[in-house]
């Protein structure tokens, strides 16, 4: 309809993230920052990405968490495979456990032994428990 200010692009922002358009989302959020015409605008804006910046750490936290379990799973289920072993290591590490992520890892490297990404992975874990 020809009517283009911050508050119309705010509102978006929010439809699209509760609508799961998630590659909307932002782009309606820095279009509203830029319509804003005080600091008020600004607020109410800043204040909804902070909202949506939350929930998308809850669901990253709990992508993470489920990922884990199905590789887990899949380790159990296919312990042949040293994929499984490998992806659950990287992730392990990342999140912070290292005993499990080192485990795995080994795991991976009797399955594979000339993986690479699984050699570097292991000599990083070294790394970790030598400073501790």
């Known amino acids: 309809m020809g009517v283009y200010n ?9 439809c699209c993230f509760y609508a799961q358009q998630y ?7 820095k279009r509203a920052l830029q319509l804003a015409a ?3 605008e600004v607020a109410d804006v800043w204040y909804n990405m902070g909202h949506v910046a939350v929930v ?4 990253a936290y709990q992508c993470f968490k489920l990922a884990k379990a199905f590789l887990q799973t899949a380790s ?10 490998y992806n659950f290591s990287t992730l392990s ?11 795995a890892a080994q795991k991976s490297a ?6 690479v990404n699984t050699q ?4 990083q874990l070294k790394q970790h428990f030598a400073v501790l």
């Open 56 to 59: 998308y750490s809850v669901l």
């Open 120 to 123: 570097q992975l292991i000599n």
């Open 93 to 103: 590490e990342r999140m912070g456990d290292l005993q499990s992520s080192y485990t």
């Open 76 to 85: 159990a289920l296919a312990p042949h495979m040293y994929e499984p072993h």
């Open 23 to 29: 590659d909307m989302t932002l782009s309606s959020f």
């Open 6 to 14: 911050c508050q119309l692009y705010n509102n978006l922002g929010l």
């Open 38 to 40: 005080n600091d008020e």
């Open 110 to 115: 009797a399955l594979f032994p000339e993986h």
